[in-house]
């Protein structure tokens, strides 16, 4: 997070002292600081492994957004044809995260995904509660969370 | 050629603001219900904003169209989620056809407590798994 914030920091630096306020030179501007970035990078711990998240969160954006129009077309079928196919459930999936900003995230990221809402998380923060739209394979729904979980956290931690 | 583009885009997005609305009259329950107006309306005004963007090609559109697909998604989910907790917890009943509920016993309605039943044993195992496969 820290590392986004200096690389933003440094293109307006960058658009400030070159003095053209475009949407090009910020690019370059985020270009030459993420370089900057990734050479500093092994001397400040707070940066540590910056360089490598970028290109995750960039994969984890493609993965959600194919996720997303696949669940749409799946609720988007049921809603359009005249007999239910649904098995709507709520079950209870232990999570992984345990920071109040990794459950945020996992939990709107499920809310957007594959036919599944998050109602609740236990009081403990050890369970999180999901009313999902089809159960037809509770063990697939689950594997398919954890990979969804996995790579969330690959990109916050 | 852009303005097939942006047409396919528009045409796309309006057609799942109907399913999410159609969804929103069919469906059979609250939580069903939840699931069509978010996924597809966030969708939906993802590719309107899209069409825009890609219409107009200017860099003060292009930014603003991004700005509100990411409110979009900042806020859809977190309304459905207090929406769909709060029709839960205050009693509206699920529709007949749903399999399981692995909520309505682990929640104590006179202390107002939720528990993580034998899930959270889980817990433990999950560390040892991640250091053995560090990444």
């Known amino acids: 997070m820290i590392g986004l914030f200096w690389n933003l920091l440094l293109a307006l630096a960058w658009v400030t002292l070159t003095g053209s306020v475009t ?7 985020l270009l030459f600081g993420y370089a900057a970035l990734m050479v500093l990078q092994n001397q400040v711990p707070v940066l540590k492994g910056y360089s490598r998240r ?9 993965y959600f957004l194919k996720e997303l129009v696949k669940s749409n077309l799946k609720v988007a079928y049921d809603v ?3 007999v239910w196919h649904m098995r709507p459930g709520v079950i209870a999936f232990p ?7 990794e459950i945020l995230f996992i939990s709107s990221v499920i809310s957007l995904t594959p036919g599944t809402l998050s109602l609740d998380v236990s009081d403990d923060r050890k369970v999180l509660f999901i009313h999902a739209m089809f159960l037809h394979d509770e063990e697939e729904l689950r594997s398919d969370l954890r990979e969804l979980e996995r790579r969330v956290l690959k990109v916050m931690r | 050629m852009i ?3 942006v047409s396919i885009l528009l045409l796309m997005g309006a057609a799942f603001m109907v399913l999410a609305s159609v969804g929103v009259l069919r469906l059979p329950d609250l939580p069903t219900r939840m699931h069509a107006t978010t996924k597809a309306s966030a969708l939906g005004a993802m590719l309107t904003m899209a069409g825009v963007a890609f219409h107009f090609g200017d860099s003060t559109v292009v930014a603003r169209a991004v700005a509100i ?7 859809a989910p977190i309304a459905a989620h207090v929406i769909g907790r709060a029709g839960y917890f205050t009693g509206v009943k699920l529709w007949e056809g749903t399999v399981k509920d692995e909520l309505r016993e682990r929640y104590d309605v006179r202390l107002n407590r939720l528990e993580s ?10 560390p040892e798994h991640k250091s053995s496969n560090p990444d």
Do not use: K, Y
């Open chain 1, 23 to 29: 949407a090009m030179n910020l690019l370059a501007g």
């Open chain 1, 54 to 62: 970028i290109p995750r969160l960039t994969a984890f954006l493609v």
């Open chain 1, 80 to 82: 359009a044809t005249p």
């Open chain 1, 95 to 101: 999570l992984r995260a345990e920071t109040d900003m």
């Open chain 2, 3 to 5: 303005e097939v583009l």
């Open chain 2, 69 to 75: 697909v990411v409110f979009i998604f900042l806020t």
């Open chain 2, 117 to 126: 039943g034998p899930e959270a044993d889980e817990q433990p195992a999950s």
